[in-house]
């Protein structure tokens, strides 16, 4: 049953801490999404990769927050420092090329006290 | 850029009711459109999706919907409303241009179901 895979579930950090949340993409994937899910903003898209190579990552706040992809299966969202207001599920999705749906993974739920 | 306005945050229905969700959507380009359910603390499962041909799309659940040119819309039914339908469901829409397969979500609309 083939899935995308986000460690951890969870994860409660102190303010100032590196975060660092894991994924892997349904294997034969080429296209990684990352988005940020809160009451206020809904679904925002932070980070965009097809093929492992950033396409867009307008989404993301460049100053504490960065996206790579290591190899075809991990993709890696990392926070630095992470504060309050990055409290939030993340996602995490992977789909194929062109515009077949994507498939979410179960989410990360990060707090930061 | 494209955008995806959802009307109505909260819906009721009362169990065996038609359920009718809506969604408009704005795209500088044909547009590629997508219903998602999400279930608590889940990640997003797909309902259906809309890309070219027939406009009438048939999903999981018994759910449908409807791409609408004309009025911009892709408004999500189902004839009979069951408890386990009760969920958020998001409306999405992407671009068809290749290479930009990057979907932007509605706020969501959390159905509930009426006993």
């Known amino acids: 049953d083939a899935r995308v895979t986000q460690t951890p579930r969870h994860k409660v950090t102190e303010m100032g801490q590196e975060v660092t949340m894991r994924c892997q993409p349904i294997l034969g994937h080429n296209t990684v999404f990352w988005y940020r899910q809160t009451m206020m903003q809904g679904l925002e898209l932070l980070a965009y990769?097809?093929?492992?190579?950033?396409?867009?990552d307008s989404g993301m706040p460049k100053d504490r927050f960065s996206a790579e992809m290591p190899d075809a299966t991990l993709a890696t969202l990392k926070i630095q420092p992470s504060e309050p207001r990055d409290s939030a599920v993340y996602f995490c999705?992977?789909?194929?090329?062109?515009?077949?749906?994507?498939?979410f993974g179960q989410g990360t739920r990060l707090t930061v006290v | 850029a494209q955008s995806v306005t959802q009307l109505g945050s909260h819906v009721s229905v009362s169990e065996g009711a038609l359920v009718l969700l809506r969604c408009n959507y704005s795209?500088?380009?044909?547009?590629?459109l997508f219903w998602y359910v999400q279930y608590p603390n889940q990640g997003l499962q797909l309902l259906l999706k809309?890309?070219?041909?027939?406009?009438l799309v048939k999903g999981i659940n018994g759910f449908e919907a409807e791409f609408k040119k004309s009025e911009t819309s892709f408004h999500l039914t189902k004839p009979s409303a069951h408890m386990s339908d009760a969920a958020e469901y998001f409306c999405a829409v992407s671009d068809s241009d290749f290479g930009n397969e990057k979907l932007t979500f509605g706020t969501g609309t959390r159905l509930t179901i009426i006993p």
């Open positions: 795209s500088s380009v044909p547009p590629y």
């Open positions: 999705a992977s789909g194929r090329d062109l515009n077949t749906e994507a498939f």
């Open positions: 990769f097809r093929n492992r190579a950033p396409l867009d």
């Open positions: 809309y890309t070219t041909g027939a406009t």
